[in-house]
């Protein structure tokens, strides 16, 4: 049995007495492996007893799955409305020259900081009143 | 020494409150992370002996101590942005340490749930009504009702489901209940339980809130005793904003795809599992301890206006300059809450537009400020309150690129499911492309391929679409999407799009008469 599908067993056994296991699964997949790829929607699909369509129509459906896992740092940027009317648009340029290939700009609609936008978040740290300056000492230090 | 007071809402977090409040405990002071006030422009606030400072820095800690600190607000429970306040929902913001259960209870916690069950199921059910409170997510449907189909629905397994899937741009008052309040929310669960007959419940929390995720987890552990034999668990959400919708919620709490059901069946008689179901926003089920108080449905009754019964926590957000939460009575104007409260905008331009009920609320025009907080005010004026997210914009917005954005988003989340969501938003970006793309270059476009071939009927094959025929076939495309959709993203994209197009006609091309026509005509 490689690691993978023991790891995948584990999350599956925590997870299967649960009423709808499959989304608390794929979030301890997802963040174990970073990805939710074919190989382990396969071995998902044969412990909840799913065909491996359904387990990848789900995993495909929400942006929170990624089929690849990709080694660049994060920076979530929101541009939903709120964060738009305070400026995102005009800084998003500068975050993106920061980032150049080294770091990945991810587009979020929404981290519920809309009075202090514009707003970003990296793992579970979350930032606020972004300008020029700030959201690009935020990516360089991504 | 006196306790400092600083919030530990994620908002106040992202602001460096950590920080602050490690500074203040390393010069020995006592320091309670309690909710936040609201006052988010001012976060972090720091409270000391009822007075406030902020927006604190680093900087500000020995200023504040010394009591020289130019960032002194005074009595925080004086400041108007407090005082005119009915604070139901919110009576505990910024005064309890959210994960205290000796500060909830002292506060009058669980008083609701203990009332509750000696009661009874009916009788709790006729207080609800009585209360006249509404869905507090967006549609508004009275709860009472909700609550009745599931009492009566004779079936054994039924669940509570809490919708914490606040995905709507500008709010904000979910989370700040869930960090801030999570006993109340769970309260509300344990007594809509009660109610209904129900002993499992489910709190579906977007992926984007990780503080708020913390906080339920950690205060469910710790009031497992009290609310017992009710039980509760935390369902994450992965980042698609359909999942709000009560019924992809429910296929989404199963395991599946987000996709919306057809109703009927109803969730009450068909929910989770098929089984009888409530699904509540986090505000509804909030406001519930306080209505189940001695006395508290009348008292809540006695707020707010026509059908619009009680408190709304209003959510002030965008270009605003005194931004934050704002719970007040329905019955409030616009002009008030934009211009009085809010302070007009933050960068201090003359204020363009509000969109209010998030990105599938209508872009309202200065002009239709005097519009009362209500329900059906809002309908009446082809506009939402949703779950009261106010977004102000300035005098450099384009509602074009707005508009665009509203088609853009729901074509970015739309489930699939229904044809006038899924494609329709589609073909909304692209005739919008179209119109804004023919006044900046002033050529109107090209026929493709696609549109010249012989079975393509209904397009002109010599000349391109003049700009009043592409809003024509725009107003058109809303029309089918908001009666043809199957939810609430479909149906209502339509909104922002045509309310921008009726207000700032400006923002999409120079030919505003031909826009006015084409909408009068497509009336």
């Not at chain 1, 925590?14 to 492996?33: A, N, S």
């Not at chain 1, 089929?67 to 994060?74: F, G, K």
């Not at chain 2, 069950?117 to 209360?131: F, K």
């Not at chain 2, 339920?216 to 668990?233: D, H, R, S, V, Y």
Request: charged share 25%.
């Amino acid at each position: 049995m490689s690691t993978l599908e023991l790891k995948i067993g584990e999350i599956i056994a925590e997870h299967r007495t649960k009423e709808g296991p499959l989304l608390p699964i794929l979030h301890d997949v997802q963040h174990e492996f970073g990805c939710v790829d074919a190989e382990a929607e396969k071995i998902i699909a044969a412990g909840l007893n799913l065909s491996r369509a359904e387990v990848h129509g789900v995993v495909s459906f929400y942006h929170d799955f990624k089929p690849a896992a990709d080694p660049r740092p994060v920076v979530q940027v929101c541009r939903a409305e709120a964060c738009k009317a305070r400026g995102i648009e005009a800084i998003i340029g500068d975050a993106e020259k920061a980032a150049g290939e080294r770091v990945k700009i991810e587009t979020v609609y929404c981290l519920g900081l809309c009075s202090a936008g514009p707003a970003a978040r990296t793992g579970d740290d979350l930032h606020i009143r972004l300008d020029s300056q700030s959201i690009t000492r935020l990516v360089e230090e991504a | 020494m006196s306790i400092i007071k600083i919030s530990d809402d994620a908002l106040a977090r992202a602001g460096g409150a950590d920080a602050i409040a490690a500074a203040f405990a390393k010069k020995g002071h006592e320091v309670h992370r309690t909710s936040s006030w609201g006052m988010q422009w001012l976060e972090p606030l720091v409270e000391i002996d009822g007075k406030g400072f902020g927006p604190a820095t680093l900087v500000d800690v020995d200023a504040i101590l010394d009591g020289s600190s130019d960032k002194a607000i005074g009595v925080i429970a004086d400041h108007p942005f407090i005082k005119g306040q009915q604070r139901l929902t919110f009576a505990r913001a910024g005064k309890t340490r959210p994960l205290s259960l000796e500060d909830y209870e002292a506060t009058g916690g669980w008083s609701g749930l203990r009332r509750a069950r000696q009661i009874g199921p009916e009788q709790i059910v006729a207080e609800v009504l009585e209360s006249g409170l509404r869905g507090r997510g967006g549609a508004g449907f009275p709860t009472g009702i909700k609550w009745k189909t599931v009492l009566g629905a004779q079936v054994g397994q039924k669940y509570i489901v809490c919708n914490a899937d606040e995905g709507d741009s500008a709010t904000f008052a979910d989370r700040m209940v869930m960090e801030g309040d999570p006993f109340a929310l769970i309260e509300g669960m344990a007594i809509a339980g009660e109610a209904v007959g129900a002993t499992q419940g489910y709190i579906y929390c977007r992926s984007e809130y990780p503080d708020a995720i913390r906080k339920l987890n950690a205060a469910l552990k710790l009031c497992a005793g009290i609310i017992a034999p009710f039980t509760c668990e935390v369902r994450v959400g992965a980042g698609a904003y359909v999942c709000g919708e009560e019924t992809s919620l429910l296929n989404s709490l199963e395991g599946k795809r987000g996709e919306v059901r057809a109703k009927p069946p109803l969730p009450a008689l068909e929910g989770f599992m098929g089984r009888p179901t409530v699904v509540n926003n986090v505000l509804s089920l909030a406001a519930v301890p306080h209505i189940l108080m001695e006395g508290g449905a009348k008292a809540y009754a006695d707020y707010g206006m026509g059908r619009s019964k009680g408190t709304m926590p209003v959510q002030l957000a965008g270009n605003i300059k005194h931004g934050g939460l704002y719970e007040v009575a329905f019955g409030i104007s616009l002009d008030e809450l934009v211009n009085d409260i809010g302070g007009g905008t933050a960068s201090g331009r003359p204020v363009k537009a509000v969109q209010v009920g998030g990105p599938l609320g209508a872009y309202i025009h200065p002009d239709q400020f005097d519009i009362p907080f209500d329900y059906e005010a809002f309908a009446a004026a082809d506009a939402l309150i949703g779950h009261a997210g106010i977004t102000v914009f300035d005098d450099t917005a384009d509602m074009g690129s707005m508009a665009r954005f509203a088609m853009e988003f729901c074509a970015a989340e739309s489930c699939g499911k229904c044809t006038p969501c899924r494609i329709g938003s589609v073909r909304g970006t692209e005739i919008l492309d179209r119109i804004r793309a023919g006044r900046d270059s002033g050529v109107a476009r090209e026929r493709d391929r696609l549109e010249l071939a012989p079975q393509m009927h209904n397009t002109t094959k010599n000349v391109a679409r003049s700009v009043e025929e592409e809003i024509t076939l725009l107003a058109d495309l809303c029309e089918t999407m908001k009666f043809g959709s199957l939810c609430a993203l479909g149906g209502f994209t339509p909104y922002p799009v045509t309310s921008a197009l009726r207000h700032w006609p400006e923002d999409f091309t120079d030919n505003t008469e031909a826009v006015a026509k084409a909408l009068d005509a497509a009336k």
